[in-house]
């Protein structure tokens, strides 16, 4: 894998995002053996989780995928985020579920915190800046948006319609740009994962309704193309982040923006 990472940084990403989906996949049969949902798969994320922060670290390569300390100007685009805190907050207009236990609730948070991080750590950092290394940061910047969405497909095994599946693909397009642009603007990913662990929960604790789910998320798609569209003007206006601009950290790097 580290062959792969320095010499095909795309490759490299694809394989992560494969052994992501065999490990969940994976995890939600034992699951369900066991007779606890998201149990296994919970413990076998954590279990990934924490290998590769300590892998990537070990090795130079965690701030170069966007994973640091946040800093004091981070905070000064907090208010690029706030697009991100309504989306989230529209979910738990929906009331919460009443059936769900402790033990139930604590899965589905320690479940969603890792799905967050590892999926913004592959199709953000990985996808992102392996395309970037070895094409324009435009191209990184959609085809990873472009493929997180259709990675959501797979939500056709679970039961969904096809009109549902193609407005979740929609919208998981139109937010994986916004996320995309978010980590080229800032430079962090740490802000995303903490979003997109937080709508994942949401998701998952309270009610839903498939028409008024059906409508939140058509009207939340098109409050994402609108904050794509302003980001996208601020990337124009003031450039990537200087971290976007620096070199892998074992080979150099060219970024271009087109």
């Known amino acids: 894998m580290v062959t792969l990472q320095e010499k095909y940084p795309v490759w490299h990403a694809v394989a992560w995002i494969a052994i992501y989906v065999i490990t969940v996949n994976v995890g939600d049969l034992l699951s369900e053996m066991a007779g606890e949902p998201n149990s296994v798969t919970s413990a076998l994320l954590v279990l990934l989780s924490l290998w590769l922060v300590v892998d990537l670290r070990r090795r130079g390569w965690l701030g170069y995928y966007g994973v640091r300390p946040l800093r004091r100007e981070d905070f000064q685009s907090m208010l690029l985020y706030l697009p991100l805190l309504l989306i989230v907050s529209l979910q738990f207009t929906k009331g919460f579920k009443e059936d769900l236990t402790f033990t139930a609730v604590l899965l589905i948070i320690v479940l969603m915190v890792c799905v967050g991080f590892l999926e913004e750590l592959i199709f953000r950092g990985m996808l992102l800046r392996g395309i970037q290394r ?125």
């Open 134 to 258: 070895t094409s324009t940061l435009t191209r990184a910047i959609v085809i990873s948006g472009v493929t997180f969405g259709i990675g959501h497909v797979v939500n056709l095994a679970r039961g969904m319609t096809p009109l549902e599946q193609a407005i979740q693909v929609g919208f998981g397009v139109v937010l994986g740009i916004v996320l995309a642009l978010l980590f080229v603007v800032t430079g962090t990913i740490v802000p995303l994962i903490v979003f997109h662990a937080l709508l994942n929960i949401s998701g998952n604790i309270t009610l839903g309704d498939p028409t008024a789910d059906l409508i939140m998320l058509a009207a939340t798609t098109v409050v994402c193309v609108g904050y794509a569209l302003y980001l996208m003007a601020v990337l124009r206006r003031k450039g990537p982040a200087e971290a976007i601009a620096q070199p892998a950290p074992t080979m150099p790097a060219t970024v271009a923006v087109v």
